[in-house]
Protein backbone atom coordinates (compact mmCIF):
# COMPACT_ATOMS: atom_id res chain seq x y z
CA UNK A 1 0.00 0.00 0.00
CA UNK A 2 1.63 3.40 -0.86
CA UNK A 3 0.43 5.44 2.20
CA UNK A 4 1.91 3.91 5.58
CA UNK A 5 -0.03 5.07 8.32
CA UNK A 6 1.49 5.26 11.81
CA UNK A 7 -0.99 5.66 14.77
CA UNK A 8 0.11 6.36 18.58
CA UNK A 9 -1.56 7.46 21.72
CA UNK A 10 -1.70 11.51 22.52
CA UNK A 11 -3.31 13.55 25.54
CA UNK A 12 -5.36 11.29 27.44
CA UNK A 13 -7.86 9.88 24.71
CA UNK A 14 -6.29 11.46 21.09
CA UNK A 15 -4.43 9.45 18.65
CA UNK A 16 -1.84 10.83 16.44
CA UNK A 17 -1.18 9.94 13.07
CA UNK A 18 1.56 10.23 10.87
CA UNK A 19 1.26 9.43 6.86
CA UNK A 20 4.07 8.37 4.89
CA UNK A 21 3.88 8.38 0.83
CA UNK A 22 6.13 5.57 0.56
CA UNK A 23 6.77 6.43 -3.09
CA UNK A 24 8.06 9.43 -2.66
CA UNK A 25 8.54 9.42 1.19
CA UNK A 26 6.91 12.14 2.02
CA UNK A 27 5.22 12.65 5.62
CA UNK A 28 1.82 14.21 7.02
CA UNK A 29 0.79 14.74 10.24
CA UNK A 30 -3.13 14.40 10.85
CA UNK A 31 -3.69 16.59 13.16
CA UNK A 32 -1.23 18.24 16.06
CA UNK A 33 -2.53 17.50 19.57
CA UNK A 34 0.78 17.15 20.97
CA UNK A 35 3.65 18.26 19.26
CA UNK A 36 6.35 16.67 21.91
CA UNK A 37 4.71 12.83 20.99
CA UNK A 38 4.75 14.01 17.18
CA UNK A 39 8.14 15.40 17.09
CA UNK A 40 9.19 11.91 19.06
CA UNK A 41 7.66 9.61 16.73
CA UNK A 42 9.39 11.44 13.78
CA UNK A 43 12.33 11.05 15.64
CA UNK A 44 12.13 7.23 16.10
CA UNK A 45 11.12 6.96 12.83
CA UNK A 46 13.64 9.03 10.93
CA UNK A 47 11.21 10.82 8.89
CA UNK A 48 11.36 14.49 8.18
CA UNK A 49 7.67 16.13 8.02
CA UNK A 50 5.75 17.85 5.39
CA UNK A 51 2.71 19.00 5.61
CA UNK A 52 0.75 19.52 8.76
CA UNK A 53 -3.52 18.53 7.93
CA UNK A 54 -5.92 19.80 10.40
CA UNK A 55 -9.29 18.80 10.63
CA UNK A 56 -10.17 21.52 13.11
CA UNK A 57 -9.35 24.63 14.62
CA UNK A 58 -9.52 22.60 18.45
CA UNK A 59 -6.75 22.89 20.37
CA UNK A 60 -6.42 19.15 21.06
CA UNK A 61 -6.22 18.89 17.20
CA UNK A 62 -4.08 22.25 15.82
CA UNK A 63 -2.75 23.21 19.61
CA UNK A 64 1.12 21.78 18.14
CA UNK A 65 0.66 23.08 15.26
CA UNK A 66 3.28 26.50 15.95
CA UNK A 67 5.87 24.20 18.14
CA UNK A 68 5.98 21.78 14.95
CA UNK A 69 5.93 24.31 12.18
CA UNK A 70 8.94 25.75 14.11
CA UNK A 71 11.10 22.47 14.44
CA UNK A 72 10.10 21.15 11.44
CA UNK A 73 9.63 23.57 8.41
CA UNK A 74 6.10 21.53 7.46
CA UNK A 75 3.29 22.94 5.73
CA UNK A 76 0.56 23.87 8.00
CA UNK A 77 -2.92 23.19 5.53
CA UNK A 78 -6.38 23.60 7.18
CA UNK A 79 -10.05 24.81 7.12
CA UNK A 80 -10.13 28.74 7.16
CA UNK A 81 -11.68 28.08 10.94
CA UNK A 82 -8.15 27.11 12.41
CA UNK A 83 -7.27 30.99 12.09
CA UNK A 84 -8.15 31.09 15.67
CA UNK A 85 -5.32 29.06 17.22
CA UNK A 86 -2.93 28.82 14.49
CA UNK A 87 -1.55 30.59 11.13
CA UNK A 88 -2.10 28.55 7.99
CA UNK A 89 0.02 28.25 5.13
CA UNK A 90 -2.94 27.05 2.75
CA UNK A 91 -6.12 27.01 3.52
CA UNK A 92 -8.79 24.24 1.90
CA UNK A 93 -12.22 23.53 1.64
CA UNK A 94 -14.55 20.78 0.29
CA UNK A 95 -13.46 19.58 -3.15
CA UNK A 96 -10.18 20.48 -2.88
CA UNK A 97 -7.19 18.05 -3.30
CA UNK A 98 -4.23 17.73 -1.02
CA UNK A 99 -1.02 16.17 -2.50
CA UNK A 100 1.57 14.44 -0.63
CA UNK A 101 3.47 12.75 -3.11
CA UNK A 102 1.73 10.04 -5.09
CA UNK A 103 -1.14 10.90 -2.30
CA UNK A 104 -3.73 12.37 -3.31
CA UNK A 105 -5.77 13.22 -0.37
CA UNK A 106 -10.19 14.94 -1.02
CA UNK A 107 -11.01 17.75 1.11
CA UNK A 108 -14.47 16.75 2.42
CA UNK A 109 -17.09 19.18 4.20
CA UNK A 110 -18.01 17.00 7.24
CA UNK A 111 -18.99 20.03 9.18
CA UNK A 112 -21.46 19.90 12.74
CA UNK A 113 -18.95 19.43 15.49
CA UNK A 114 -17.10 22.65 14.22
CA UNK A 115 -18.62 24.69 11.41
CA UNK A 116 -15.55 24.34 9.08
CA UNK A 117 -14.28 20.69 10.01
CA UNK A 118 -12.86 18.92 7.23
CA UNK A 119 -12.17 15.23 6.27
CA UNK A 120 -8.81 14.20 4.11
CA UNK A 121 -9.86 10.90 2.29
CA UNK A 122 -7.61 8.88 -0.27
CA UNK A 123 -9.25 7.42 -2.16
CA UNK A 124 -6.82 5.41 -3.90
CA UNK A 125 -5.62 3.67 -0.78
CA UNK A 126 -9.68 4.14 0.66
CA UNK A 127 -8.49 5.69 3.55
CA UNK A 128 -10.04 8.65 5.90
CA UNK A 129 -9.06 11.10 8.27
CA UNK A 130 -11.96 12.15 9.96
CA UNK A 131 -11.13 14.18 12.62
CA UNK A 132 -13.96 14.50 15.10
CA UNK A 133 -17.03 13.66 12.88
CA UNK A 134 -17.43 9.90 13.06
CA UNK A 135 -15.82 7.98 15.89
CA UNK A 136 -16.06 4.10 16.32
CA UNK A 137 -19.59 3.44 17.14
CA UNK A 138 -20.35 7.41 17.54
CA UNK A 139 -20.01 10.72 16.28
CA UNK A 140 -18.51 13.73 17.39
CA UNK A 141 -20.89 16.46 19.72
CA UNK A 142 -22.29 19.64 17.81
CA UNK A 143 -20.32 22.14 19.57
CA UNK A 144 -21.52 24.54 16.64
CA UNK A 145 -22.92 22.55 14.25
CA UNK A 146 -26.72 21.47 13.90
CA UNK A 147 -28.30 18.24 13.74
CA UNK A 148 -29.23 18.80 9.83
CA UNK A 149 -25.88 19.87 9.10
CA UNK A 150 -23.83 16.97 11.13
CA UNK A 151 -26.17 14.18 9.68
CA UNK A 152 -25.15 15.81 6.04
CA UNK A 153 -21.50 15.49 6.91
CA UNK A 154 -22.34 11.62 8.54
CA UNK A 155 -24.06 10.76 5.30
CA UNK A 156 -21.12 11.97 2.59
CA UNK A 157 -18.97 9.71 5.02
CA UNK A 158 -21.09 6.59 4.95
CA UNK A 159 -21.38 7.40 1.29
CA UNK A 160 -17.39 6.24 0.88
CA UNK A 161 -16.26 2.71 -0.07
CA UNK A 162 -17.23 0.38 3.01
CA UNK A 163 -13.27 -1.05 3.18
CA UNK A 164 -12.21 2.85 3.68
CA UNK A 165 -10.23 2.54 6.67
CA UNK A 166 -11.45 5.49 8.84
CA UNK A 167 -8.80 6.75 11.54
CA UNK A 168 -10.76 8.63 13.39
CA UNK A 169 -9.12 11.01 16.16
CA UNK A 170 -10.23 10.13 19.92
CA UNK A 171 -10.57 6.25 21.61
CA UNK A 172 -14.20 6.66 22.78
CA UNK A 173 -15.04 3.43 21.64
CA UNK A 174 -15.52 1.63 24.68
CA UNK A 175 -18.10 4.32 26.04
CA UNK A 176 -20.05 4.46 22.84
CA UNK A 177 -20.38 1.13 23.06
CA UNK A 178 -22.21 0.99 26.06
CA UNK A 179 -24.59 3.69 25.04
CA UNK A 180 -24.98 2.22 21.90
CA UNK A 181 -26.39 -1.21 23.73
CA UNK A 182 -28.56 0.82 25.70
CA UNK A 183 -30.78 1.94 22.41
CA UNK A 184 -29.88 -0.97 20.45
CA UNK A 185 -29.93 -4.93 20.94
CA UNK A 186 -29.09 -5.74 17.52
CA UNK A 187 -27.01 -9.07 17.68
CA UNK A 188 -23.90 -7.92 15.45
CA UNK A 189 -23.89 -4.56 18.01
CA UNK A 190 -23.54 -6.78 21.16
CA UNK A 191 -20.77 -9.10 19.13
CA UNK A 192 -18.92 -6.09 18.37
CA UNK A 193 -19.26 -4.23 21.45
CA UNK A 194 -18.13 -7.40 23.16
CA UNK A 195 -15.18 -7.19 20.31
CA UNK A 196 -14.39 -3.73 21.52
CA UNK A 197 -14.23 -4.38 25.78
CA UNK A 198 -12.17 -7.09 25.26
CA UNK A 199 -9.62 -4.93 22.57
CA UNK A 200 -9.77 -2.69 25.44
CA UNK A 201 -9.24 -4.30 28.24
CA UNK A 202 -6.09 -5.79 26.63
CA UNK A 203 -4.74 -2.40 26.10
CA UNK A 204 -5.34 -2.35 22.05
CA UNK A 205 -6.97 0.26 19.85
CA UNK A 206 -10.18 0.56 18.44
CA UNK A 207 -9.12 3.01 15.62
CA UNK A 208 -8.90 2.41 12.52
CA UNK A 209 -12.88 0.91 11.82
CA UNK A 210 -14.28 1.13 8.87
CA UNK A 211 -17.54 2.77 7.55
CA UNK A 212 -19.15 -0.77 6.44
CA UNK A 213 -18.51 -1.83 9.69
CA UNK A 214 -20.09 1.82 11.12
CA UNK A 215 -23.06 2.05 8.94
CA UNK A 216 -23.75 -1.85 10.41
CA UNK A 217 -23.79 -0.78 13.81
CA UNK A 218 -23.04 2.79 14.66
CA UNK A 219 -26.37 4.25 16.32
CA UNK A 220 -26.19 7.59 14.91
CA UNK A 221 -25.46 6.45 11.23
CA UNK A 222 -28.24 3.83 11.95
CA UNK A 223 -30.77 7.16 13.02
CA UNK A 224 -31.61 7.24 9.12
CA UNK A 225 -32.49 10.96 9.47
CA UNK A 226 -31.27 14.31 10.66
CA UNK A 227 -34.65 14.32 13.24
CA UNK A 228 -34.37 10.83 14.64
CA UNK A 229 -29.89 11.44 14.73
CA UNK A 230 -30.44 15.10 16.40
CA UNK A 231 -32.68 12.83 19.24
CA UNK A 232 -29.79 10.17 19.45
CA UNK A 233 -27.26 12.57 20.30
CA UNK A 234 -29.26 14.49 22.68
CA UNK A 235 -29.89 11.12 24.10
CA UNK A 236 -25.89 10.48 24.11
CA UNK A 237 -25.05 14.10 25.53
CA UNK A 238 -27.38 12.84 28.48
CA UNK A 239 -25.94 9.14 28.86
CA UNK A 240 -24.02 8.18 31.96
CA UNK A 241 -22.91 4.60 31.62
ZN1 LIG B 1 -12.82 18.53 18.48
FE1 LIG C 1 -10.94 16.30 19.61
Redesign the pocket.
Known sequence: MPLTVRQFPCLSDNYGFLARDEASGKTACIDTPDAAAILRELDVLGWSLDLILNT?W?P??AGGNGEIKAKTGATIVAPPEVERISPIDRKVGHGDVVELGDTRFEVIDTGG??LGHITYFDAADQIAFV??TMFALGC?RL?EGTAEQMWASLSRLAALPGETAVYC?HEYTASNARFALSIDDDPVLKARAAEVFAARERGEPTVPTTIAREIATNPFLKAGGAKRFGEVRAAKDAFRG
Open positions: HHDHHTGDGFA
